[in-house]
């Protein structure tokens, strides 16, 4: 069974506008990773926040952890169409990943 | 393109058949890990191995599975007497060691009729 879980389940967007994404996990972390994976593709590695973080940047990704809330968040500003994918949060070596959130921007 | 290559891509097998997939990770990276995924969920951790050595097998990994790393480069997942509820996406990646950003191939589809 999945240990974490996303929210959304699923979000639809215009293009231009941000998307936000919840994740929330059940033990704790040394560490918390996003990932997104297009339609029938792998996964590809967005950005890494670490247990001692609180808010981290990359491009137009921002990522918040709360480790007191076993959450994170993950910001995508300005979406684009191309950022149409399924994200999902993982953590651990050996990751643990919840259900995802589908994100869809519509040009 | 990763650098994680998986093959084959796509499968069909008929039901009690034997399956084998293939997975050459980055060259570099000295952790190797399996996970099956279906559709609208995430991916389930399977097994991992450091080097040659697999070091952890999940409960999902029935007897009729099993995972070999022989010299520490490519890996192999063998799925004996496969039945219609090993239909998913096999996904394999890698990374190295001490550094938690793990490379996915594409994955192997595999269909079981």
């Known amino acids: 069974s999945q240990q974490g879980e996303e929210d959304p389940q699923a979000l639809s967007i215009q293009e231009g506008e941000n998307a936000t994404m919840n994740c929330s996990y059940k033990?704790?972390?040394?560490?918390l990773q996003w990932y997104r994976q297009n339609s029938g593709r792998g996964l590809v590695h967005l950005i890494l926040?670490?247990?001692?973080?609180r808010e981290k940047h990359s491009g137009r990704l921002r990522v918040t952890l709360d480790t007191s809330k076993k959450s994170s968040s993950l910001l995508i500003t300005a979406s684009r169409a191309a950022d149409t994918a399924s994200y999902f949060c993982?953590?651990?070596?050996?990751?643990?990943f919840g259900e995802g959130t589908q994100l869809t921007v519509n040009p | 393109d990763t650098g994680v290559s998986q093959d084959p891509r796509h499968k069909i097998t008929k039901r009690g058949q034997n399956v084998t997939f293939r997975c050459d990770p980055i060259?570099?990276?000295?952790?190797l890990y399996w996970y099956r995924q279906t559709l609208g969920q995430g991916p389930e951790f399977l097994t991992y191995f450091q080097n040659e050595a697999q070091l952890e097998k999940s409960r999902l990994l029935s007897d009729r599975f099993s995972a070999e790393r022989p010299k520490g480069s490519f890996s192999t997942l063998e799925i004996q007497r496969t039945e219609q509820g090993d239909s998913a996406m096999y996904l394999c990646a890698s990374s190295s060691q001490g550094n938690y950003e793990q490379y996915f191939g594409p994955g192997t589809r595999l269909t079981v009729t």
């Open positions: 926040i670490r247990s001692n973080e």
């Open positions: 993982g953590h651990g070596s050996r990751l643990t």
């Open positions: 033990t704790s972390i040394n560490n």
């Open positions: 060259s570099e990276h000295n952790r």
